[in-house]
């Protein structure tokens, strides 16, 4: 019994850790007259897609898939007329 509401605890500290992070990819800045949710909206597309590829959400920075997810929230931001900071 004590397992099994420690593995409870545990699972509920580890699920309020993992969506209280910062996003990752704040670099971005709208340009004129572009709407703020396209940043969210991008996110979602991306995790959406490294699912159906099988890759994990938010992949460590030193493996590919971290630069492949980099490079497709990349392109889905330009495509919603955001540029990068510089």
């Known amino acids: 019994m004590a397992t099994l509401r420690f593995a ?6 580890l699920t309020l850790t993992a969506c209280g992070s910062t996003p990752t990819y ?4 709208a340009t004129e ?3 703020t949710v396209a940043f969210d909206e991008c996110t979602d597309q991306v995790d959406t ?9 938010r992949p460590l920075p030193e493996t590919p ?22």
């Open 8 to 13: 409870v605890l545990l699972g509920g500290a």
């Open 26 to 29: 704040r670099e971005w800045t």
């Open 33 to 35: 007259g572009t709407a």
């Open 49 to 57: 897609t490294m699912r159906l590829r099988g890759y994990p959400y």
């Open 65 to 86: 898939q971290f630069k492949y997810r980099k490079e497709i929230f990349a392109q889905c931001m330009r495509r919603k007329g955001y540029s990068a900071d510089d």
